[in-house]
């Protein structure tokens, strides 16, 4: 019997911050500071049905730092599941090929049906609207990382979500992650229609958090310790709901609604991608080089913490210490034109 990943509701609070701890372990090796090879001969199936840049490549990415080799499909064009074949048969025929499996599929339950056909591990990398533990893991990550230099805490935090509640399947299992830790506060800003599903709330609100949906961004948020913005997943539209859908300008996130309405050291983070055309109103540019923005901390995250998913599901993550060797390449000390030194 193997265990998957497919939804953070089979994660224990225990586990997460064993995950957590895992991962802060592996920092040396995503800051390419040192080498393992712990994986050496395990091979990683990387099935992406939908498009993706970071979840792809960082699980990608994580899988050879950790010493193992990839294989990669992109798209239903080129697999055979063109052909008509069932994710039942394509998961046994993957089984025989690969050690683990991340898969991202656009219809929701659909990774957890492939996962039921084999005993390999197997990672939900994003099944339509439904979830994105992953992803939840490194947002919650990235909190507890930025709390912690600021010395804050996360008991007590007051944590705002906005922009597609309802389809964006990243602030799905983020909301169910933070759950698990000590009351907090959360507020929820969607425009009409794309609030975060009730039951979700529900579920949240019965673990003693206190949760409050506002329809806009025009009030005062001096208290919030993450602005976490999302994008507007138009994709998962019905027809009728993409017809003359465009989303308000009161409801992005820039410099200027940091400075007026949070307070100084309001962390901001999205799962990326934002939609840069100006009329998707998405998270402003005008914020790049903010130490607040900590979209791109953010992104480096999903190393370490995808890293600590494929060592403990494999159970080598007892073996990481024993096993490291210095970098002997070119690595620059700030990876981004416009990282913020600290
Ligand atoms: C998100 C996704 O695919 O759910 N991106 C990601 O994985 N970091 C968010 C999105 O597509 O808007």
Same mark, same amino acid.
């Given at each position: 019997?193997?265990?998957?990943?497919?939804?953070?509701?089979?994660?224990?609070?225990?586990?997460?911050?064993?995950?957590?701890?895992?991962?802060?372990?592996?920092?040396?090796?995503?800051?390419?500071?040192?080498?393992?090879?712990?994986?050496?001969?395990?091979?990683?199936?990387?099935?992406? /049905?939908?498009?993706?840049?970071?979840?792809?490549?960082?699980?990608?990415?994580?899988?050879?730092?950790?010493?193992?080799?990839?294989?990669?499909?992109?798209? /239903?064009?080129?697999?055979?599941?063109?052909?008509?074949?069932?994710?039942?048969?394509?998961?046994?025929?993957?089984?025989?090929?690969?050690?683990?499996?991340?898969?991202?599929?656009?219809?929701?339950?659909?990774?957890?049906? /492939?996962?039921?056909?084999?005993?390999?591990?197997?990672?939900?990398?994003?099944?339509?609207?439904?979830?994105?533990?992953?992803?939840?893991?490194?947002?919650?990550?990235?909190?507890?990382?930025?709390?912690?230099?600021?010395?804050?805490?996360?008991?007590?935090?007051?944590?705002?979500?906005?922009?597609?509640?309802?389809?964006?399947?990243?602030?799905?299992?983020?909301?169910?992650?933070?759950?698990?830790?000590?009351?907090?506060?959360?507020?929820?800003?969607?425009?009409?229609?794309?609030?975060?599903?009730?039951?979700?709330?529900?579920?949240?609100?019965?673990?003693?958090?206190?949760?409050?949906?506002?329809?806009?961004?025009?009030?005062?948020?001096?208290?919030?310790?993450?602005?976490?913005?999302?994008?507007?997943?138009?994709?998962?539209?019905?027809?009728?709901?993409?017809?003359?859908?465009?989303?308000?300008?009161?409801?992005?996130?820039?410099?200027?609604?940091?400075?007026?309405?949070?307070?100084?050291?309001?962390?901001?983070?999205?799962?990326?991608?934002?939609?840069?055309?100006?009329?998707?109103?998405?998270?402003?540019?005008?914020?790049?080089?903010?130490?607040?923005?900590?979209?791109?901390?953010?992104?480096?995250?999903?190393?370490?913490?995808?890293?600590?998913? /494929?060592?403990?599901?494999?159970?080598?993550?007892?073996?990481?210490?024993?096993?490291?060797?210095?970098?002997?390449?070119?690595?620059?000390?700030?990876?981004?034109?416009?990282?913020?030194?600290?």
């Amino acid at each position: 019997m193997s265990s998957h990943l497919l939804s953070v509701d089979s994660l224990s609070r225990d586990r997460v911050d064993h995950l957590l701890r895992v991962a802060a372990r592996m920092e040396p090796i995503a800051q390419r500071r040192k080498v393992t090879r712990v994986l050496e001969g395990a091979v990683l199936g990387n099935l992406f /049905f939908e498009a993706s840049t970071r979840t792809r490549v960082s699980f990608h990415a994580a899988f050879c730092r950790l010493g193992g080799s990839v294989c990669d499909t992109t798209g /239903f064009t080129f697999s055979s599941m063109a052909k008509g074949e069932s994710l039942y048969d394509t998961s046994r025929v993957m089984s025989g090929y690969c050690d683990a499996i991340v898969m991202r599929h656009p219809e929701q339950g659909s990774v957890a049906e /492939f996962a039921a056909a084999t005993n390999v591990p197997v990672i939900n990398g994003g099944d339509g609207p439904g979830e994105h533990p992953s992803q939840a893991l490194l947002d919650l990550y990235t909190i507890d990382k930025e709390f912690t230099r600021l010395g804050k805490s996360l008991a007590g935090a007051h944590v705002l979500m906005t922009g597609d509640l309802k389809y964006g399947r990243t602030v799905h299992s983020l909301i169910k992650l933070l759950s698990l830790y000590a009351p907090m506060r959360i507020t929820l800003v969607a425009p009409p229609g794309l609030e975060m599903p009730s039951q979700l709330i529900d579920l949240v609100v019965s673990r003693g958090h206190r949760v409050e949906q506002r329809e806009s961004l025009a009030d005062d948020y001096a208290d919030v310790d993450v602005v976490y913005t999302t994008r507007i997943q138009k994709e998962r539209f019905t027809a009728e709901m993409s017809e003359g859908f465009s989303l308000s300008r009161d409801f992005t996130v820039d410099r200027a609604f940091l400075d007026r309405r949070c307070g100084r050291d309001t962390l901001v983070m999205h799962p990326l991608p934002r939609d840069s055309r100006p009329e998707a109103n998405d998270l402003d540019v005008d914020l790049n080089g903010d130490p607040r923005l900590a979209i791109f901390r953010q992104t480096d995250n999903g190393i370490p913490v995808r890293m600590a998913i /494929f060592a403990t599901l494999l159970q080598v993550e007892e073996l990481i210490e024993q096993d490291l060797r210095p970098v002997r390449w070119f690595v620059p000390r700030r990876l981004g034109v416009d990282d913020a030194t600290s």
